[in-house]
């Protein structure tokens, strides 16, 4: 019986989610279902695959999402509890031509909602919307046959194929904080069978994630890794989210490598491979990466801050690496260019088991002055991006040499840069600053801070830049 109104606000720029038993339910899972499956239906497709994370309210809204997907005539491989790379990993294998997995990624236990792929493209912003549409007009193909569901354990072939594809050139000591998302099911065997010493931490499975939140780009979240890196004299530390796409490295005296710098690190040895080849990176990231990917004969290409945005761009241009500042990594060398943790974690292991001192390798990054991201908050998502879409029009920075304008607000500076955007996954907007000196820092920060409460006024509380 349906006992929640229309879910308008789950459908979010790159993937659905919202608070279980508050913005959605199993209900609605269900109807998402059909029409998803209706839509592959309607471009001739046959086959998908669903998973989903270990969140507490995971099983019922995947048996939902299959039933309806099923009542278009599609057939479901379940893949059950595993990580969203897997899924995007079982999708090649299988030969699917969907994947859907059930996920809140790095939100808190209360949240879910599904990552879509469908002919290896992630659904993302008109596609959403288009999809919200058609579940709100109830435009459903109902088979005279329901699709058939199976179920598949694609957790062997995942880890043979990393493991086939990286090779660890001596044995390291890592810690690994999998903060009981559903890595706990992955990482720890795959990283021991490529030789790593591995010294667990929250490696068991509980979507309540009773320890911290699934979100290790958050200071508060990696105290406990950096505390056991410290005291068991570990070579590194390597962080997952929940759903498993992303990764933080920390060194061994306990400082986290931006993801932008690891960037810069990885595309240092892939452009040898990949001549001219395409860097993707997003509005967050350090401009210092641009210099860098050049003198290596590489072509840095700016997109949007987003999984399902960073894939479609690396599609667009061919690239061969990708990533945003959130920790998302994406190989289209040796792998198949979506974001996975694990396997970056493993690539990363590979390059650094290469030098004696890892840890002086990551240090030796450049590495600019810059904030942490600020989050303005609001009440809501139509807030946010309703004072965002003031900002963006009258905002006026006569100071600076250029404004992108593919994401928010990213203002470039002769010594700096100031980064304004609406968040995807929350009602914030994001706000972050760079610069080559204090001074410069402190000039980008001072002039957003003018321009913002001349547009804002007293009509909502300014964050203190």
């Given at each position: 019986?349906?006992?929640?109104?229309?879910?308008?606000?789950?459908?979010?720029?790159?993937?659905i989610r919202g608070i279980v038993g508050v913005d959605?339910?199993?209900?609605?899972?269900?109807?998402?279902?059909?029409?998803?499956?209706?839509?592959?239906h309607e471009k001739g497709l046959s086959r998908c695959?669903?998973?989903?994370?270990?969140?507490?309210?995971?099983?019922?809204?995947?048996?939902?999402?299959?039933?309806?997907?099923?009542?278009?005539?599609?057939?479901?491989?379940?893949?059950?509890?595993?990580?969203?790379?897997?899924?995007?990993?079982?999708?090649?294998?299988?030969?699917?031509?969907?994947?859907?997995?059930?996920?809140?990624?790095?939100?808190?236990?209360?949240?879910?909602?599904?990552?879509?792929?469908?002919?290896?493209?992630?659904?993302?912003?008109?596609?959403?919307?288009?999809?919200?549409?058609?579940?709100?007009?109830?435009?459903?193909?109902?088979?005279?046959?329901?699709?058939?569901?199976?179920?598949?354990?694609?957790?062997?072939?995942?880890?043979?194929?990393?493991?086939?594809?990286?090779?660890?050139?001596?044995?390291?000591?890592?810690?690994?904080?999998?903060?009981?998302?559903?890595?706990?099911?992955?990482?720890?065997?795959?990283?021991?069978?490529?030789?790593?010493?591995?010294?667990?931490?929250?490696?068991?499975?509980?979507?309540?994630?009773?320890?911290?939140?699934?979100?290790?780009?958050?200071?508060?979240?990696?105290?406990?890794?950096?505390?056991?890196?410290?005291?068991?004299?570990?070579?590194?530390?390597?962080?997952?989210?929940?759903?498993?796409?992303?990764?933080?490295?920390?060194?061994?005296?306990?400082?986290?490598?931006?993801?932008?710098?690891?960037?810069?690190?990885?595309?240092?040895?892939?452009?040898?491979?990949?001549?001219?080849?395409?860097?993707?990176?997003?509005?967050?990231?350090?401009?210092?990466?641009?210099?860098?990917?050049?003198?290596?004969?590489?072509?840095?290409?700016?997109?949007?801050?987003?999984?399902?945005?960073?894939?479609?761009?690396?599609?667009?241009?061919?690239?061969?690496?990708?990533?945003?500042?959130?920790?998302?990594?994406?190989?289209?060398?040796?792998?198949?260019?979506?974001?996975?943790?694990?396997?970056?974690?493993?690539?990363?292991?590979?390059?650094?088991?290469?030098?004696?001192?890892?840890?002086?390798?990551?240090?030796?990054?450049?590495?600019?002055?810059?904030?942490?991201?600020?989050?303005?908050?609001?009440?809501?998502?139509?807030?946010?991006?309703?004072?965002?879409?003031?900002?963006?029009?009258?905002?006026?920075?006569?100071?600076?040499?250029?404004?992108?304008?593919?994401?928010?607000?990213?203002?470039?500076?002769?010594?700096?840069?100031?980064?304004?955007?609406?968040?995807?996954?929350?009602?914030?907007?994001?706000?972050?600053?760079?610069?080559?000196?204090?001074?410069?820092?402190?000039?980008?920060?001072?002039?957003?801070?003018?321009?913002?409460?001349?547009?804002?006024?007293?009509?909502?509380?300014?964050?203190?830049?």
């Amino acid at each position: 019986m349906q006992a929640i109104e229309f879910p308008y606000l789950i459908f979010k720029a790159y993937d659905i989610r919202g608070i279980v038993g508050v913005d959605w339910d199993a209900y609605w899972a269900r109807k998402i279902g059909q029409a998803i499956g209706t839509l592959l239906h309607e471009k001739g497709l046959s086959r998908c695959v669903i998973g989903r994370d270990g969140r507490l309210s995971g099983l019922e809204l995947m048996q939902a999402l299959i039933e309806g997907v099923c009542s278009a005539g599609i057939d479901v491989s379940n893949i059950g509890c595993a990580a969203t790379p897997a899924g995007y990993f079982a999708g090649y294998e299988l030969k699917a031509d969907a994947v859907l997995v059930v996920t809140a990624s790095h939100n808190s236990a209360p949240y879910n909602g599904i990552k879509m792929v469908i002919e290896n493209r992630a659904l993302a912003g008109e596609d959403i919307q288009d999809l919200k549409d058609r579940v709100h007009a109830e435009r459903f193909f109902v088979a005279d046959t329901e699709g058939r569901c199976e179920l598949i354990d694609i957790h062997p072939s995942y880890k043979e194929r990393i493991v086939n594809t990286v090779r660890v050139h001596r044995r390291m000591r890592v810690a690994i904080d999998c903060g009981n998302g559903i890595m706990a099911l992955h990482a720890p065997d795959v990283l021991r069978t490529l030789g790593v010493d591995v010294v667990p931490l929250y490696c068991t499975l509980d979507g309540a994630f009773p320890n911290h939140e699934p979100d290790p780009s958050r200071e508060e979240n990696v105290v406990d890794l950096r505390q056991v890196v410290l005291e068991s004299g570990c070579e590194l530390g390597l962080a997952f989210d929940g759903d498993g796409d992303r990764l933080v490295v920390m060194t061994r005296d306990g400082v986290v490598i931006d993801a932008d710098r690891l960037l810069m690190l990885f595309s240092n040895e892939i452009l040898k491979e990949h001549p001219e080849g395409r860097i993707v990176y997003d509005v967050k990231c350090t401009r210092a990466l641009v210099p860098w990917v050049k003198a290596r004969g590489g072509v840095p290409v700016l997109a949007r801050t987003g999984h399902s945005f960073i894939k479609a761009a690396m599609r667009e241009v061919g690239g061969c690496l990708g990533g945003e500042m959130s920790g998302h990594l994406f190989f289209a060398d040796r792998w198949y260019g979506f974001d996975d943790g694990l396997y970056a974690a493993a690539r990363l292991l590979e390059l650094l088991s290469a030098e004696d001192d890892p840890s002086a390798v990551l240090h030796a990054l450049p590495k600019m002055l810059n904030t942490p991201e600020i989050h303005w908050r609001f009440e809501s998502d139509t807030q946010a991006h309703t004072i965002m879409s003031r900002i963006a029009e009258e905002a006026n920075f006569p100071k600076a040499d250029h404004i992108h304008r593919i994401d928010g607000l990213r203002v470039e500076y002769p010594r700096g840069f100031g980064l304004i955007r609406a968040s995807n996954t929350s009602p914030l907007i994001v706000l972050r600053f760079e610069g080559d000196t204090a001074d410069a820092l402190a000039e980008v920060q001072a002039d957003f801070n003018v321009e913002i409460k001349r547009i804002c006024g007293n009509d909502v509380l300014v964050p203190r830049l």
